[in-house]
């Protein structure tokens, strides 16, 4: 099923389950009152919500509307957790991954501006993908957290590049990382379908910046930590909540040497400026600026949007 909160002048606006093409949705407010109501007693509330999902797709729910993404929050406008794993590595790989805490308290909407005070910080957008999951207790293995993967959804994970630091303060380390931005709708593992295994999304993440595509590499392809192993390795030493959710970084691929394979592109400026580093001794790249916008979706095999759109604007603050 495909659920969204709709804006509604609260904190934590109004759960809404979205019908399979984006076009209608209906208020689940007789079920729960909010995402992280279901998933906190997920077993009772989902069924209740898949039943609700099959009258929406089958045109019989008494109660529609027409989904618009722009009266959207974040799925979970504030979770219980919100951590980042560099899943996709560089050429040296290795046995763990690395991890980041993210800001929580406020997850933007899909068509939230991006609110900045300085372009000279180093804009950056980062084209994610992440996983929703239910209580995990300290330890839990791979297989357990695979088990616990309730939703998953796109994410816009901005970076003040030129506020990350050389060495490890970690106070710049937060400053570095501004609100993230959720897709419109967060979207249970199987409506997927074949697309759904190991763990990963393996479909293409569209990302146009300014209009103009720059990346379409595949979620799944060189995604060297999958969610399940991200979440264990956060279980190590605690335990996660239901509505924790789990990042997996900017979307990369490799570059392929097979004769016509798509080029990936990018999902993140940084990435591009690295290689045209690599390349030719220097980035010639630019950040973002004020008035700049940046597109993110996710296709099926038929050309349809899985997730909605995040689509927003730099502005300045």
Not at 5 to 10: F, H, L, Q, V
Not at 24 to 30: E, I, P, Q
Not at 67 to 82: K, T, V
Not at 112 to 117: E, P
Request: with cysteine; charged share 20%; proline share 7%.
């Amino acid at each position: 099923m495909k659920l969204a909160t709709i804006k509604d002048g609260s904190r934590d606006g109004q759960l809404a389950v979205v019908a399979r093409d984006l076009k209608t949705a209906h208020m689940a407010d007789a079920i729960a009152p909010t995402l992280q109501a279901a998933l906190d007693d997920w077993a009772f509330i989902s069924p209740q919500l898949d039943s609700l999902y099959a009258q929406l797709n089958a045109g019989t729910a008494r109660r529609t509307f027409d989904f618009d993404s722009a009266q959207c929050m974040a799925p979970l406008p504030r979770a219980c957790g919100w951590t980042v794993g560099a899943a996709y590595l560089p050429a040296v790989p290795s046995d763990e991954p690395s991890m980041t805490r993210g800001a929580c308290d406020e997850l933007l909407g899909p068509c939230d501006d991006i609110v900045l005070a300085h372009e000279e910080w180093g804009i950056d957008f980062g084209a994610g993908v992440a996983a929703i999951f239910d209580d995990l207790p300290l330890g839990a293995t791979p297989d357990e957290a695979h088990g616990r993967i309730r939703l998953l959804m796109l994410v816009n994970d901005v970076a003040l590049r030129r506020l990350m630091p050389d060495e490890l303060a970690r106070g710049a380390v937060l400053q570095s990382k501004p609100a993230t931005s959720c897709s419109p709708v967060a979207v249970t593992p199987d409506e997927l379908g074949d697309a759904w295994r190991g763990g990963k999304i393996h479909l293409r993440l569209a990302t146009a910046w300014n209009g103009n595509p720059v990346g379409q590499p595949d979620a799944g392809a060189d995604m060297a930590f999958n969610f399940p192993q991200l979440a264990a390795h956060l279980c190590k030493t605690r335990g996660l909540r239901a509505g924790s959710i789990v990042g997996a970084g900017p979307v990369a691929n490799r570059p392929s040497t097979k004769r016509g394979a798509i080029a990936p592109g990018y999902a993140c400026i940084e990435d591009q400026r690295n290689s045209e580093t690599i390349a030719d001794g220097a980035a010639s790249t630019p950040y973002m600026r004020f008035g700049d916008t940046i597109r993110i979706d996710m296709f099926e095999e038929k050309g349809k949007s899985v997730f909605g759109a995040i689509a927003q604007k730099v502005v300045k603050a």
